[in-house]
T-cell receptor, first 114, second 113 residues
Framework: DAMVIQNPRYQVTQFGKPVTLSCSQT?????MYWYQQKSSQAPKLLFH???????NEADTPDNFQSRRPNTSFCFLDIRSPGLGDAAMYLC?????????????FGPGTRLTVT | AQSVAQPEDQVNVAEGNPLTVKCTYS??????LFWYVQYPNRGLQFLLK??????LVKGSYGFEAEFNKSQTSFHLKKPSALVSDSALYFC???????????FGKGTRLSVIA
């Protein structure tokens, strides 16, 4: 089955220690998104890629970076995690950036910062 | 800027009864409306969307939603609730431009046997 995969499902890191979360997709979608979701709140968009074009949301902290080496994979790098960065991180894909396209989400990675 | 309101944090319904989860929206242009469901410790799952056409949209798992332009609403409905429908439901909107999907704060649905 075509899907969006996130690894690991649970990640524990220390305050200030860089961490990378990964996402892969078998849907062959052009667009990949990273969202941050805290405590059953609404997901907050961090950035997205249309193919290799990177689009950063204006209020995404500089501490968050992303890489998309190819169509299938996308990474979220948190350079110096703080306690406030503990959250569920959701990867999503869509066929295009047009408003009619629904997004397909992975299961998420729950990040704990100690 | 677009926005979504889900006025109820929690909706409780007995199994077998009809359910409604409310959503109202605000956009500057034509709305593109979505419903997603999230089960515990899982990602969001697409249920249905309204783009244009028939105001009643049918989606997955027996859910449907009615687009009402005059009331700027897009309420999610199901004729007969199941215990397995218990989850967190998000309404979301885009305005047709190159703008991000905006989610409501979510409504927790609890279906009681």
């Amino acid at each position: 089955d075509a899907m969006v995969i996130q690894n690991p499902r649970y990640q524990v890191t220390q305050f200030g220690k860089p961490v990378t979360l990964s996402c892969s997709q078998t849907l062959n979608h052009n667009v990949m998104y990273w969202y941050q979701q805290k405590s059953s709140q609404a997901p907050k968009l961090l950035f997205h890629y249309y193919d290799k074009d990177f689009n950063n949301e204006a209020d995404t902290p500089d501490n968050f970076q992303s890489r998309r080496p190819n169509t299938s994979f996308c990474f979220l790098d948190i350079r110096s995690p703080g306690l406030g960065d503990a959250a569920m991180y959701l990867c999503a894909t869509s066929r295009g950036t047009g408003s009619s396209y629904e997004q397909y989400f992975g299961p998420g990675t729950r990040l704990t910062v100690t | 800027a677009q926005s979504v309101a889900q006025p109820e944090d929690q909706v409780n319904v007995a199994e077998g009864n009809p359910l409604t989860v409310k959503c109202t929206y605000s956009v500057s242009g034509n709305p593109y409306l979505f419903w997603y469901v999230q089960y515990p410790n899982r990602g969001l799952q697409f249920l249905l969307k309204y783009i244009t056409g028939d105001n009643l949209v049918k989606g997955s798992y027996g859910f449907e939603a009615e687009f009402n332009k005059s009331q700027t609403s897009f309420h999610l409905k199901k004729p007969s609730a199941l215990v397995s429908d218990s989850a967190l439901y998000f309404c979301a909107v885009r305005d047709g431009g190159n703008t991000p999907l905006v989610f409501g704060k979510g409504t927790r649905l609890s279906v009681i046997a």
